[in-house]
């Protein structure tokens, strides 16, 4: 038998799977989008997808790279470290400024996404003579500094991934029905829907006004706790944002604080998930303890920068930033924040609440 009739047996043997049709002109679901998901072989899809302000399903865009680069100022030797390595957007920017001298090193808590990244990291051209993805929250950057720092350069995009939020097994976004989930790390920890089953009335309320400002805390809080005395299980994102578009669709027009009920929905909603997220990944201690510790994981003369998406996020850093001034910890700190510029937010909507605060230590 010749190598061909083998090759025959082997296909024979194979089923022949037709890639996933959808229905109208254009994929709506996520897994459709099989274009969107490789980037590499539909550059044009994918151009299209950008030019029309969208990002495509499953990948992230990055955020004021040239202006973060500018702050870093990051030289062929430098030793590097990206705190949230996401995928790889800003990494692979610092890395190829290195120029094949120095070494960086990134952190990732979402395991799914870490081994993605560091895939496409090595078919970029980062190899582990230069790059290093590491498992870990960046809570533990004192853990981390200590065995691979100090760090010339340290970088922290506070946002949430564009791969985490598109996809609906992660339950990150109102948008698309999946598990009301919301962990980065899905190996640890209580999802948001356990969260919600477990809190009072009064804790669910707090935690969505202190989180995001929620203007209608009391009323979600109560419309949650009514359907969960009920017996109704809240264990999907379609579940809880049922239940904030009937709350919000029955408030009083005076009490609304956006222009439409229809935004006030929409605004509703996003808050609402918001608070839920940082509450499940405890996101706010995480970047009290983060701040904490960062000053010591930087060498003398080295540079930090933070992407911040929230108020709460950026006033924490700016407190962090001056009181690191006054006691010596820092040299220079920005004094006013570095926004996206106007084209790049209309490019990549996701970069409108976006601020950048750097420090040098």
Known sequence: MNQNQNQDKENSGRVHRRRPRYSGRYPRKYEEKYKEHNPEKYKDTIEKVISKGSTPAGMHLPIMVDEILEVLRIRPGMKGLDCTLGYGGHSSKMAACLAGQGHLYALDADPIELAKTRVRMEEKGFGQDLFTAIHSNFRHIDRIALEYGPFDFILADLGVSSMQIDNPD?????KTDGPLDLRF???????????????????????????????????LAQAIVKVRKKGQ?????????????????GLPEKMLMERSREDAVKKACARTFQALRIDVNSEMEVLYEFLDKLPLALREGGRAA?????????????????????????????????????QECHRNPRARSTKLRWAVR
């Open 170 to 174: 992660r339950g990150f976004s109102y």
């Open 185 to 219: 790390n899905p190996e640890k920890g209580e999802s948001a829907a356990d969260r919600l089953a477990s809190l009072s009335r009064d804790e669910i309320a707090s935690l969505l006004y202190e989180n995001s400002d929620e203007p209608y805390a009391q009323k």
């Open 233 to 249: 299980a809240i264990r999907t994102t379609t579940d809880l944002r049922r239940i904030i578009e009937e709350t919000v669709r």
């Open 306 to 342: 933070i992407l911040t998406f929230h108020s709460g996020e950026d006033r924490l850093v700016k407190k962090a930033f001056s009181r690191g001034l006054k006691e010596g910890l820092y040299s220079e700190i920005s004094r006013n924040v570095i926004r996206p510029t106007a």
